[in-house]
């Protein structure tokens, strides 16, 4: 089994609004909630996919994320840039969560050529707050 895909920043908000049942995911670290900004969508559930400080996996994190979810839900995993929400995508999926997408541009994107993260979530536009 492989994860459901991946989504836009755009396309996860979108979705979102079409299923009451979505769940967004931001498994990002605490210090990124705090210091950066988080997704301003009801709901949203927050487990580090890696620990802050030091990096260490989080061996919870298939337990915490699913928790009182059922396995048919909608969950969008978004992380920073894409890379850590896909993985986490893929472990939610072998949990046997059946629709699991991965924001793939994330909470702010990649570097541009100016080394600045001006895309993914925050960048299109969509709800954000600081902490």
Do not use: K
Not at 13 to 38: C, H
Not at 55 to 77: I, T, Y
């Amino acid at each position: 089994m492989t994860y459901a895909g991946d989504l836009t920043a755009r396309e996860a908000a979108a979705l979102l609004q079409e299923r009451d049942d979505a769940i967004l995911i931001d498994v990002r670290t605490m210090a990124e909630w705090n210091w950066v900004g988080v997704p301003d969508v009801p709901g949203t559930r927050f487990v580090q996919w890696v620990g802050w400080p030091g990096g260490q996996p989080n061996p919870d994190f298939v337990a915490e994320a699913g928790r009182d979810l059922d396995h048919s839900q909608p969950l969008l995993m978004l992380c920073r840039s894409g890379a850590r929400s896909a993985a986490a995508a893929h472990a939610l999926t072998a949990a046997g969560f059946a629709e699991v997408y991965n924001v793939a541009d994330g909470f702010e994107g990649d570097l541009d050529a100016a080394g600045h993260r001006t895309s993914g979530w925050r960048g299109a536009g969509l709800p954000w707050r600081q902490n």
